[in-house]
């Protein structure tokens, strides 16, 4: 796959209208990391061993929980895969993997060069069709006693209907409404350029994106003159030239559910400070699904633009006095997935990253990964945790064995 960095990155731009360079500098070489992590990871797996007051020793035997279900979504296509099926198949497992129906090709470009490496068929089983179908199927399936999905809510609620009567092992990883809070205090040039990243990489369609924005009072008008001077500075373009900071939306019907999130924006009294428009490109690329990086500002915490997954390039400005009041702003969502956390204070950086509701904390950082992290949210944007450890050991059911000395 390494030797085919090009032609997966331009599968995986042409599927999902990103900037090829952005497929070529992150898509592809994390899915490989992914890929290379578990097959080292698992040669270190440990088990545990426990002498019982001298009458017994008990040990853990871990063994691969059988025909494992993946299921994920179209914003980061290999990259999400890879992160399930890499563990499942380190663990021991069959696989049964459906990529999204809207991004189908780079994981059908891997089922290629799995077979040409001679990985045995029937190990890693890649299914494509709709979600309401194959997916369904692959939850309601008797013989598939694990699920790993990454996906929106609603659907992560509907799997775990469908397969917690069924009693299988669920790791669900969902959306997210996720908070930059920036503190007076901040390295302001470091904090602007990370966070015009965090808001508009992947046209907005990362989960881990901020898309709510927290400044401190004593901050906040430089930051929103420069935050909207280099948002509205960012070239959204055709995806083959390595200058389109931005490419085309996933599809049509996505960039009007994201113009449709302005809208809703509008008539909760928000001021648009920049974008909330598609951008019509010229020639062959007219008609695509391009849309301008939009910052929206004078919206309260509970209105639905704060409230509601968009995941586009659409961001919210709110302004805060103290420390508990941007923990108010930050916890006010129903999701829990990542936040950002920007000031030079220590004790503050690690005060409100244990008061912040989420499975991530960015301090002064932005989707900086160690794979053997926890990944994952809380509330509404997830459970069981997955990454290093703990995505190999989901992969397994745990058998204590207890030997009478
Ligand atoms: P989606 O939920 O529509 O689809 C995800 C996958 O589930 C697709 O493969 C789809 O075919 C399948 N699916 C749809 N209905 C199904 C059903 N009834 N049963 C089984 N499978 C079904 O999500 P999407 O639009 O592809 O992706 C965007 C969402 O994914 C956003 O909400 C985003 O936040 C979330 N996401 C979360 C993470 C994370 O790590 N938490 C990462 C990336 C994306």
Redesign the pocket.
């Known amino acids: 796959m390494e030797r085919d960095v090009d032609r997966f990155a331009e599968a995986e731009s042409q599927d999902n209208g990103k900037p090829v360079h952005l497929a070529h500098e992150v898509d592809i070489p994390r899915a490989v990391a992914n890929l290379r992590f578990f097959a080292t990871a698992i040669l270190h797996q440990q088990s545990e061993a426990h002498l019982t007051d001298g009458l017994a020793v008990n040990y853990t035997d871990r063994q691969p929980i059988g025909v494992a279900g993946c ?6 296509p290999l990259y ?1 895969f890879t992160w399930k099926v890499a563990p499942a198949l380190a663990a021991g497992c069959t696989v049964v993997a ?5 991004t189908p090709w780079t994981a059908y470009l891997l089922s290629r060069v799995c077979a040409e490496e001679g990985l045995p068929p029937g190990v890693l089983n890649i299914v494509h ?4 179908k ?3 199927a ?2 309601a399936h008797p013989d598939i006693p694990a699920i790993s ?8 609620a ?2 775990a209907r ?1 397969a917690a009567p069924l009693f299988k092992k669920l790791s669900l ?4 409404k996720n908070p930059v809070i920036v503190f007076d205090d901040c390295d302001f040039e470091a904090m602007l350029t990370t966070t015009v990243r965090s808001s508009f990489r992947n046209q907005g ?4 994106c901020g898309s709510r924005i927290l400044v401190q009072r004593g901050s906040y008008d430089r930051f929103r003159a420069a935050f909207v001077e280099r948002t509205k500075a960012l070239h959204v373009g055709d995806p083959k030239d390595p200058g389109s900071d931005l490419g085309a939306l ?1 599809s049509k019907a ?1 960039l009007e559910k994201v113009l449709g999130h302005v809208e809703i924006a509008k008539s909760e009294g928000g001021r648009i400070l920049c974008g909330g428009d598609q951008v019509h490109l010229e020639g062959a690329l007219s008609g695509g699904w391009y849309m301008r990086p939009t910052v929206i500002e004078g919206l309260g915490p509970q209105c639905r633009t704060n409230q509601e ?1 968009i ?1 586009g390039p659409v961001v919210t400005l709110q302004p805060f006095d103290t420390e508990a009041e941007a923990l108010t702003l930050a916890n006010s969502t129903p999701y829990g ?1 990542a936040a950002v956390i920007w000031t030079k204070d220590l004790q503050r950086a690690h005060r409100v990253a244990r008061g912040v509701q989420s499975g991530i904390v960015w301090v002064n950082c932005w989707m900086l990964r160690d794979l053997r992290t926890p ?3 809380v509330k509404q ?2 459970v069981g945790r997955e990454g290093g450890w703990e995505a190999l050991r989901f992969f397994t059911e745990a058998k204590n064995v207890c030997v009478r000395l």
């Open positions: 299921i994920s979504p179209w914003n980061l999400l459906k990529p999204s129906e809207v069709g709709l979600g309401p194959v997916g369904a692959m939850s999905f990454t996906g929106g809510t609603r659907t992560g509907e799997i469908t990883e969902l959306g997210g369609q990362i989960c881990l996933v996505h997954e995941f997935l990944f994952g949210g944007s997830g």
